[in-house]
């Protein structure tokens, strides 16, 4: 309805519903990188964990922007229905967990961290992230003003206090 076509229409230019949803994918992929490129430049100017910490607003407008909600649910409920989907979304939410581990390696308190402790804490960053597409359904009301600042006390303690 959004594109002002019918339903059908689509598949004139995907082959099915599985095509669709890995352009979906592709397309948030492309999102997210420029996303975190954008983080990886500030990274020079600020350092990587203020760079970090900042971006967190930029995820709380993102995420819970109603025109990718309704996709990003799809994508993943598909993903949990199709297992040649699934290895797609895999695929890509590991090159952003490449590229958000390079920005955490960079911060001095991360390099104390055992490879279990920097992938849990690069998994609490991006699970917060991601859950706000879920918040953006329980609570369209939220307070994203609020979330963004919270969102950021934590990045910061997660990056920062990693050895203590």
């Known amino acids: 309805e959004a594109a002002g076509m019918s339903p059908g229409h689509i598949y004139h230019y995907f082959q099915n519903k599985e095509a669709i949803i890995h352009a979906l994918i592709q397309q948030n992929l492309g999102r997210a990188f420029e996303h975190l490129s954008h983080i990886e430049e500030r990274s020079r100017v600020a350092g990587p964990a203020d760079a970090l910490v900042e971006e967190m607003r930029h995820a709380v407008r993102t995420r819970t922007d109603p025109r990718y909600v309704p996709l990003e649910l ?8 199709n297992r040649s989907v699934a290895k797609f979304f895999q695929r890509a939410d590991r090159a952003i967990y490449e590229k958000i581990e ?6 001095p308190s991360s ?8 992938e849990a804490t690069i998994d609490v ?6 859950g706000l597409v879920f918040r ?8 994203k003003e609020e979330v963004g600042k919270v969102m950021q006390r934590v990045v910061r303690f997660l990056v920062q206090n990693e050895t203590s």
Not at 136 to 142: D, I, R, S
């Open 102 to 107: 390079g920005v955490v390696e960079a911060i």
């Open 125 to 130: 960053i991006v699970a917060m992230s991601d």
């Open 74 to 81: 799809e994508i993943l409920a598909e993903s949990a229905r």
């Open 111 to 118: 390099r104390g961290l055992s490879a279990a402790e920097l």
């Open 136 to 143: 953006a359904v329980g609570n369209p009301k939220m307070n």
